[in-house]
């Protein structure tokens, strides 16, 4: 005999340190319970629902880190020594209304830190500061989003 799908209430993404978990409450079971594979935890049953809001369950280490001297030069080799966004080289000039501009290499949290506190390796992009000030704490899906993004408002401002 099948079983019934389980109403549901509610569903949210849980936010646990900087990891994230989608969660529902089955009015069956009357509780809230993690979804795994596309089904809830408490019964087994089929979850299909899409989570409509994110919640802080419990929080991270609340201190923004640089990456250590060896990932920062990991990072930097990694990317050629140009910025994850504009694939400019460090060091290198571009110019605003007339004014030459040094491009100064800063680590970002790809991820924007405000969102996931994840101070992680891995979350690091090695990018200029320009980028960085344009970026600050948008989200996007991928690189290729962050780099449309970021690419029209360097225009938009005048960066050539």
């Excluded at 319970?33 to 929080?59: M, N, Q, T, W």
């Excluded at 990991?74 to 000039?93: K, P, S, T």
């Excluded at 949290?109 to 320009?130: D, E, G, K, M, R």
């Amino acid at each position: 005999m099948k079983k019934k799908s389980p109403r549901v209430a509610s569903t949210y993404v849980g936010l646990y340190g900087n990891v994230a978990m989608q969660k529902g409450y089955c009015e069956d079971c009357q509780s809230m319970a993690f979804i795994i594979d596309g089904r809830i935890a408490c019964c087994g049953e089929v979850f299909d629902a899409l989570p409509d809001k994110y919640k802080r369950e419990s929080h991270p280490e609340q201190k923004r880190k640089r990456p250590t001297p060896k990932e920062c030069a990991e990072v930097i080799d990694l990317q050629g020594g140009r910025c994850a966004y504009c694939d400019m080289q460090f060091g290198g000039y571009v110019f605003r209304e007339g004014r030459a501009i040094r491009l100064k290499v800063v680590f970002d949290h790809f991820i924007p830190y405000s969102l996931t506190q994840n101070n992680y390796s891995h979350n690091f992009v090695a990018a200029c500061h320009v980028c960085n000030g344009i970026k600050t704490d948008k989200c996007f899906a991928d690189l290729e989003e962050a780099r449309a993004h970021i690419t029209l408002q360097r225009m938009e401002k005048g960066y050539v």
